[in-house]
């Protein structure tokens, strides 16, 4: 199954490019601002989930971020995102890895994730992300993320997707993590159309 998906989404980035794919945002201001708000201290270890070749490893570098992780299931997103970076790609740890089946090595200060928890449609599968977010934290780590709201789209890049209100995340993340912020988002894509997106930051318990 991972090497199925990962072939899937080298192939989306191959086929389109980084700036045409739909979930692409050319500034990831509502992730950048609920990072900002909920964790000021620029020395924070973060990890980004389904990073990919996200301009918000660019935006954390600005910020004045200086540890930060990025994960993906796809290496050819991931090698885009250093080819942008140049230089600046050496102060990033890159993974290449299926959340599903990653065993994080460490703990984060905090989780963000953007659009990958929503493409998990199986039980097992949310299970096994859930069990690497509880092993990739500690208490007090803030986790941001985003996912299709109720009324986002039911499909994306041709898979299906699970759509959460903050509410409902919060019930599948379980107690172990309070909600303390949340938000709407709706996302333009490069050719136009519109996605909402629904935001929930976390604290874990």
């Known amino acids: 199954m991972t090497e199925t ?20 945002q050319s500034r990831p201001q509502r ?3 609920f990072i900002r ?13 389904g990073g990919g070749a996200s301009i918000l490893t660019d935006a954390l570098l600005d910020a004045g971020y200086s540890h930060i992780t990025v994960l993906d299931i796809s290496d050819a997103a991931l090698e885009r995102a250093q080819s942008r970076l140049g230089a600046r790609a050496a102060a990033v740890s890159w993974l290449t890895a299926d959340i599903t089946a990653w065993q994080p090595p460490r703990t984060w ?13 199986q039980p ?6 859930i069990a690497a977010l509880m092993k990739g934290t500690h ?14 789209p039911e499909k994306c890049s041709g898979l299906p997707v699970q759509r959460y209100s903050p509410a409902s995340l919060a019930a599948r993340l379980g107690n172990d ?18 996605q909402d997106f629904a935001y929930a930051v976390f604290r874990r318990r």
């Open 37 to 49: 708000r909920h964790v000021t201290d620029v020395d924070a270890s973060l990890i980004d989930v």
């Open 177 to 194: 993590f309070a909600l303390h912020d949340e938000g709407f988002e709706i996302h333009q894509t490069p050719w136009g159309s519109s």
């Open 139 to 152: 208490a007090g780590s803030v986790v941001v993320m985003a996912t299709f709201a109720p009324t986002g």
């Open 31 to 33: 992730s950048l601002d």
């Open 5 to 24: 998906l990962t072939a899937h989404w080298n192939q989306a980035y191959a086929s389109r490019g980084e700036t045409q794919v739909s979930w692409y």
């Open 109 to 121: 200060d905090v989780w963000h994730d953007r659009a990958v928890f929503h493409f998990l449609t």
């Open 124 to 129: 097992t599968a949310q299970d096994a992300y």
